[in-house]
């Protein structure tokens, strides 16, 4: 069940950079919020340092110490999970509403986000399917309909809720994770061409993701509503300048910014940092993924292969589109900032996900 080999160093030095980084700077957003009033110390404190930071660094060097291969033997009960927990979010007096969103479920004074449980659940499932049927990936009935359907079972509970960004994930680590198993190119056309068709539905179906869409091609629109965020972002990187006005001296995050401790955060590291703090950031973000991939490269396995694929590319995706749209590069989004934002059950499955990609570093065959 256990495996005695070295973790990756490398890898292992760039996630501490990423978890001790992403704390302090987590903190100083922080203070912006209780400026506000809108949240106490013992809660966010709670929910952050000890249910996600050091409950989510504990279950990493377990995770870390295990043989991949348990990951594939309970990869259907992991995936079984992952759906059951997204149902219950549906059932009065478990799930809870918040911001028109019922994305949450209340289990005594604890908040669980399921969707997060079912993003690395999805992984999990996916490259033990692939590495059951081989090269037969390159086939329809066995390789590309198994994993629409899976986007099916994904996409109906999140976009119920409605999660649109969490799914989003799962498409990007599913398709990458395809390519990675050799499966045909054609079909990920034809995934992309039905992606940005279904984009279009949901935007006319959707107000939220209207407005979105509608920020980002014009973000001078509606400046006190849907660009209102964007707008404030745009202001926080600028008045950082090249070395920024120093850890703590965000201005934005007490006045304007949305969310600073949430999907706004790289607006505040940015401003506090500068330009060099966050090109900094995105530079981690890159070894992260670069050092993750030689890692996949290295093992024959191939469900760890793929594991350390879905997860590496999911992570990275994720802080890629959260910065992006920071920066009005993409569509505003309301997906976190891996390791750094608020959000107790993001960073500890983002930690127990690292876990895994640093158990596969272990075995002898990624040596």
């Known amino acids: 069940m256990f495996v005695k080999g070295k973790i990756d160093r490398p890898f292992l030095i760039i996630s501490t950079i990423l978890i001790v980084g992403g704390f302090l700077i987590f903190s100083s957003a922080a203070l912006g919020l209780f400026a506000k009033g809108g949240a106490t110390y013992s809660s966010v404190a709670f929910s952050q340092v000890v249910l996600g930071l050091c409950l989510g660094t504990v279950a990493m060097f377990i995770v870390s110490r295990m043989n991949p291969a348990v990951f594939r033997k309970m990869a259907f009960f992991i995936f079984l999970l992952g759906i059951i927990l997204n149902i219950l979010v549906f059932v009065p007096g478990l799930g809870f509403e918040h911001g028109g969103a019922k994305r949450w479920l209340s289990i005594g004074s604890v908040s669980l986000q399921p969707a997060e449980v079912l993003k690395l659940a999805f992984v999990i499932y996916f490259a033990a399917w692939v590495a059951k ?94 660009s209102f965020q964007l707008r404030q972002s745009l202001i926080a990187v600028g008045s950082g300048g090249f070395w920024g006005r120093g850890f703590g001296q965000s201005v934005q995050k007490f006045t304007y910014l949305p969310e600073p401790m949430g999907d706004s955060i790289f607006a505040v590291a940015a401003e506090e940092f500068g330009f060099v703090g966050g090109i900094s950031l995105l530079l981690i973000f890159v070894l992260f993924a670069t050092r993750g991939l030689k890692i996949a490269m290295r093992t024959k396995d191939n469900f760890s292969r793929l594991l350390v694929v879905g997860i590496v590319i999911m992570i990275v995706m994720q802080a890629f589109v959260n910065i992006g749209a920071m920066l009005g590069v993409v569509p505003l989004s309301g997906i976190t900032l891996p390791f750094i934002s608020h959000g107790g059950t993001s960073l500890f499955f983002t930690l127990l996900a690292t876990g895994m990609v640093m158990a596969v570093s272990r075995t002898k065959s990624a040596k």
């Open 133 to 226: 049927v081989g090269e037969r990936i390159k086939y329809f009935r066995s390789g590309f309909l198994p994993l629409v359907i899976l986007f099916m079972i994904c996409g109906g509970l999140l976009l119920l809720q409605p999660d649109t960004d969490n799914f989003s994930m799962i498409i990007f680590a599913g398709l990458a994770m395809f390519i990675a198993a050799g499966g045909r190119w054609r079909f990920v056309f034809l995934m992309i061409t039905v992606g940005i068709l279904g984009l279009g539905l949901l935007a006319l179906t959707k107000p939220y993701i209207k407005d979105r869409l509608m920020t980002y091609i014009n973000p001078k629109t509606d400046v006190l509503g849907s």
